[in-house]
């Protein structure tokens, strides 16, 4: 049994449950300023975040130079640019319980998909049946809570393309983590997505500045928590934990994140708990079973 994998299980739970908290959050920042904008300011204030960790805990340290590093440093910072965007489009054209599905749904298949294909070493089949149930437990909280979506192609392909770029940015950020600390890689690749979505967001939504600066304390208030917490501290978390684990089961363990976010919509936002949520949970604590038991086997 590799006991050495659980910090880096732990650690990745805890990340998929601060990220459970951005629905809940952006519900309360009300809706005067675009997703696309909020997307953007997290990745903005997570960067600001893991300067501000480096300058304070490496301090003297010797610096690994990311220049001989650019490429995945690159690959990384863009792939975390396209899963905001796209994310956010694909959701706003199919439909928030579908889009939510497939987005994060299919992250895990495309990682062990690519993981097979760059390390030559596929998971296990225990891995793909967890990843399945807990795919299958997301998909009955969404469409049991969303209702039905409208089958809109493009929206489709957009949640396929999010899932596909946090994979590629899970991969990439493992191979980082043997070169720098956590902090630092999670500083290059943040810094590399923020400077790429914030030319976008303003492409797609010139308001967004003037919404910005009309925005009260509480829309302030959610954006620091998505830029601090679920953003930089959840990803400092899961950077540390890709250490400990393999990039397709950490992407897997992130199906944590819908059932956190249902259980907060049940109880902060007043949503009914119905059997499709119940059954869901059931499914996805059942899949990350056998995910983590299939990781511990190696």
Aim: hydrophobic share 55%; net charge positive.
């Amino acid at each position: 049994m590799k006991t050495a994998s659980w910090p880096g299980i732990v650690l990745a739970l805890a990340a998929a449950v601060l990220w459970g908290t951005t629905g809940t959050s952006q519900h309360f920042a009300g809706g005067h300023l675009s997703s696309y904008w909020i997307g953007t300011l997290r990745l903005v204030i997570a960067a600001l975040f893991f300067a501000g960790l480096v300058a304070a805990t490496e301090r003297g340290t010797a610096r690994p130079r990311p220049g001989d590093l650019w490429q995945r440093q690159l690959l990384a910072g863009a792939a975390i640019a396209v899963y905001n965007l796209a994310f956010f489009s694909g959701v706003r054209l199919a439909g928030v319980a579908v889009g939510t599905t497939i987005g994060i749904g299919s992250g895990p298949l495309f990682a062990g998909a690519l993981q097979a294909l760059i390390t030559r070493r596929a998971p296990v089949p225990p891995w793909w049946l967890g990843t399945a149930l807990a795919i299958a437990g997301g998909a009955a909280i969404a469409l049991g809570n969303g209702g039905a979506a409208p089958a809109d192609a493009g929206g489709l392909l957009l949640c396929l393309t999010a899932g596909f770029s946090y994979a590629v940015y899970t991969l990439t950020a493992k191979s980082l983590a043997g070169h720098a600390s956590p902090a630092r890689a999670s500083l290059w690749v943040f810094g590399t997505a923020a400077a790429i979505a914030l030319p976008a967001a303003w492409a797609l939504a010139p308001s967004g500045p003037a919404d910005l600066a009309a925005a009260g304390a509480r829309t302030w208030l959610v954006v620091g928590w998505l830029g601090i917490v679920a953003t930089g501290v959840s990803y400092l978390l899961f950077s540390t934990a890709l250490r400990f684990i393999s990039g397709a089961t950490g992407v897997a363990l992130a199906l944590a994140e819908p059932m956190t976010a249902f259980t907060l919509a049940v109880l902060l936002l007043g949503e009914p708990l119905r059997a499709s949520g119940a059954v869901g949970i059931a499914l996805i604590l059942a899949g990350l079973a056998l995910v983590i038991a299939a990781e511990r086997r190696g």
